[in-house]
């Protein structure tokens, strides 16, 4: 493995965490992540460049469920540019995330892209961009991480279309406003298999490096202006961590997104870019080690956008 000043940070913050009591619950409530260990951790940093680092299990696929909004917002933005703004909000929520009651106050427009009713917003826009929006997100993760192994977890997909009834409510609800234009039925079935993507800390570091690009991808090639790349940014580090980004800002300071799965991607601007894994949650559905490894490694680096 390369050595860098990265590397004995991260092999630091791994033994910090080995010695830490207490790893939270797995996402019970999708069965198919409801036997997780939550022994597991591995953490991965991508430089510009993309030299990777990693320590512990980094190099191991897991369940990225919501860390995917990301990917999609910037797909979305690139194709739709601030037309998207119209049909989702930019600001935290407050509420948990798969909420209904928001909605309702607010016409059927979801408060950030991030809660599940504005990931089915923009997931719904892609589908009509694209004709196959987790096609789409796919194809571009295989390219930014240089995976072309990467795909869905069929059973995963499954396991949350079975249990989905909660976004199915959500989807139908803004469909009465028209902001869903797609058939639900389809639609849904595209976002489970959105959610289902299996990926390494290692694949989504790199995959996630145009954030720390100011929009520039792998491949030297404009996915955003450097505008919509701080946008992206700006709303992870206020929205990315459900209804937990205060605290997560406040302890990390970074841009990041969570996912159930127990992964959290992070963003140093102009740096380089994160992603941690351990699957055991807080009951706000943060990874508790993921947390804590990013907070000892904005510690220890001084990394941070404050």
Known sequence: MPTSSFQPV???IAADIAASPGRGRPADYIPALASADTRRFGMAVAELDGTVYGVGDWQHPFSTQSITKVFTLALVLSLDGDNLWEHVGREPSGNPFNSLVQLEYENGIPRNPFINAGALVVTDRLQTRTGDAAGALRSFLRAESGNP????DEAVAASESAHGDRNAALAHFMASYGNITNPVP???????????VEASCADLA???GFLARHGIRADGSSLLTRSQAKQ???VMLTCGTYDAAGDFAHRVGLPGKSGVG??????????????????????RGNSVAGVAALDRFTTLTGLSVF
């Open 186 to 196: 389809g639609l849904l079935g595209q976002y489970f298999r959105q959610c289902s």
């Open 10 to 12: 991260l092999d630091r």
């Open 206 to 208: 790199l995959a996630a």
């Open 149 to 152: 192994r990467l795909t869905f």
């Open 232 to 234: 992206v940014n700006a």
């Open 262 to 283: 127990g992964g959290i991607i992070a963003v140093v601007p102009g740096r380089c870019t994160l992603c941690v894994w351990s699957p055991g949650l807080d009951e």
